[in-house]
């Protein structure tokens, strides 16, 4: 069945650190992609997106691309921030509007 | 304007008792989720409703049952709590079904406690 692989946390990093939060897929067909971003006492928003193969989802300096060949959609940010500090959760929607979210990555940085 | 509200945010309650959590969305979906969230922050699909029909009722226990009244409120109802209820609750929403790219909108969650 359809589902999400997300790296386990926690994930511990200094201010400025280079981050890579991996995800890999299985599914049928073309499914789409997101990122989704929880902070403290909050609920999920989306992050970024991507639709179909090669697409590159990007904001608020996060990218991911949508890579097919590798069944990837790893997330990743070139200079975190405290700000940051949040869990990551990468999902999948394969038909419908049915949602497989991955279990999650807690990222604390430290300044 | 918040796009997706759930009320209570809090909810603390005895085992045994029946509760309820409301939900309304203003960004015109027509589909609305409940996700239940544990403590170690794994999410879980419950229910989904499109335009007020049931389109996904994951293997929850019958004590749960959701109610839409229209396409801008889903309501949880939970009957004879049990600790194993103490959770996060959330409240989703997205535009139309079938597409697959459409993001959900959540709510900034219920958090309910049984004592």
């Known amino acids: 069945g359809d589902s999400v692989t997300q790296m386990e946390g926690p994930v511990t990093l200094s201010e400025e650190a280079f981050l890579t939060i991996n995800c890999t897929y299985t599914a049928t067909g073309y499914p789409s992609l997101f990122w989704y971003v929880q902070y403290p006492g909050e609920g999920l928003q989306l992050l970024l997106k991507?639709?179909?193969?090669?697409d590159k989802g990007s904001n608020k300096g996060f990218e991911a691309t949508y890579r097919k060949e590798t069944t990837s959609f790893h997330l990743e940010k070139g200079s975190v921030q405290v700000s940051d500090s949040a869990v990551y959760f990468c999902a999948l929607s394969p038909t419908g509007n049915q949602f497989y979210f991955g279990t999650g990555t807690s990222l604390t940085v430290i300044p | 304007d918040t796009a997706v509200s759930q009320t209570p945010k809090y909810l603390v309650t005895q085992m045994g008792n029946d509760k309820s959590i409301k939900c309304e969305q203003n960004l015109g979906h027509d589909t609305m989720y409940w996700y239940k969230q544990d403590s170690k922050k794994f999410l879980k699909i419950m229910f989904s409703y499109n335009n007020k029909e049931l389109i996904i009722n994951e293997t929850v226990p019958n004590r749960f049952s959701p109610k839409s009244p229209d396409k801008a409120h889903l309501n949880l109802h939970i009957n004879s709590l049990e600790l194993g209820d103490s959770a996060v609750y959330f409240c989703?929403?997205?535009?139309?079904w079938g597409t697959g790219n459409q993001p959900q909108h959540f709510g900034d969650g219920t958090r309910l406690s049984i004592l």
């Open positions: 989703a929403s997205s535009q139309g």
């Open positions: 991507a639709t179909k193969a090669d």
